[in-house]
């Protein structure tokens, strides 16, 4: 009998525990992160016609480039970096950016064909994307002058709105001076409340839903874009975010709400999120927030060490092989070019076959 009590005191234990307790012991809870690639090199990357998101074709495993992030899925999660093999983090939905990628574009890449025309893919070192990316994108680059190297895909086949369709763009929004801000509890997105439509920041773009369609721009009352899907942060943005700010309160407690300057949002807005400024120091302004918090996501720290620990447990036959540049016989002849493939928009999205 004795023995059966020992044997379920720590149970009890457990359940005697007051719930904040409990909850923080979830900050413990294991997220494997996925491993390190080894390359000989920095890789050079493609960019996928139809599109701005880039992609390093030598390599295994599909890792993406678009917004300025690197990005793998991984165990049936997404993850992002600022470098493209180390300091993955994982991210809670899949990129917006994925929706446009055909799941044979391996298959287009090896034979040099992208939907029934001749593609030319044009390697760049990972430097000249990390460099240039942002102003490509919004000179439309690829499109305008390179045609991502798809010959003839301008007349016959671009269907998109973004060459050859008149877009109606969102109307300018009078502001008397630079707009305030703030930031949404749990997100790190910023939105102007005192508007009657809504005005997001994220990540270095302004972004605005307009008759249906969604559209960004480095700037909060000009030059907006039109943008092909939603963006993902808007998973996030609980529809009566506007009744919480102006009851202040958010899922129960009281929302201290702070108000940021554009300019303080536009220059730290990187740092902040790179340091999990907000749920660290500020949990936002809604006090009793944290353990909340603690309950559903490890911290920045106890990331990085469960990462550490991780990856020293890696087999060497459980990491990537060493990446070298294959060139076909035909990629010999184009100068550098990359292999291309059939077009196919896919029916669904995974990995293309290797």
Excluded: C
């Amino acid at each position: 009998m004795k023995k059966l009590l020992l044997g379920t005191l720590p149970l009890a234990v457990v359940l005697l525990l007051p719930l904040p307790t409990m909850a923080r012991l979830n900050v413990d809870v294991h997220i494997s992160l996925p491993p390190a690639i080894q390359f000989v090199e920095p890789p050079q990357l493609i960019v996928l016609p139809e599109t701005n998101v880039y992609v390093v074709p030598e390599a295994e495993v599909d890792i993406f480039f678009s917004d300025g992030w690197y990005w793998r899925s991984w165990q049936g999660g997404w993850y992002r970096s600022r470098d493209y093999n180390s300091g993955w983090s994982q991210y809670r939905n899949t990129p917006s950016f994925y929706a446009e990628i055909p799941s044979g574009w391996r298959d287009d890449y090896r034979e040099h064909r992208w939907r029934g025309h001749e593609w030319n893919s044009q390697r760049i070192s990972h430097q000249e994307v990390q460099r240039n990316w942002d102003r490509w994108e919004r000179d439309r680059y690829w499109e305008k002058q390179q045609t991502w190297g798809v010959q003839g895909l301008r007349v016959s086949s671009r269907s998109g709105p973004d060459v050859h369709v008149s877009i109606s763009l969102p109307p300018p929004i009078e502001f008397r001076e630079p707009p305030q801000m703030i930031v949404l509890p749990e997100t790190y997105v910023y939105v102007v409340p005192d508007v009657d439509v809504d005005i997001f920041f994220y990540e270095g773009w302004w972004w605005r839903p307009w008759q249906g369609g969604w559209y960004r721009s480095r700037d909060y009352n000009s030059g907006w874009d039109h943008y092909r899907s939603v963006p993902s942060f808007y998973a996030e943005i609980p529809s009566g975010w506007r009744n919480e700010y102006r009851e202040h309160r958010w899922r129960g407690h009281q929302w201290d709400i702070q108000r940021i300057s554009q300019q303080q949002v536009q220059q730290n807005w990187s740092g902040w999120q790179k340091n999990r400024h907000w749920e660290r120091q500020q949990t936002w302004g809604v006090q009793g927030l944290n353990v909340l918090i603690q309950s559903q996501q490890p911290s920045r720290s106890v990331q990085q060490q469960q990462y550490q620990q991780q990856y020293k447990k890696v087999q060497p036959q459980q990491q990537y092989k060493k990446i070298k540049p294959q060139h076909s016989q035909k990629q010999q002849g184009n100068s550098g070019h990359g292999n291309n493939g059939k077009g196919n928009n896919g029916k669904g999205h995974g990995n293309g076959k290797k």
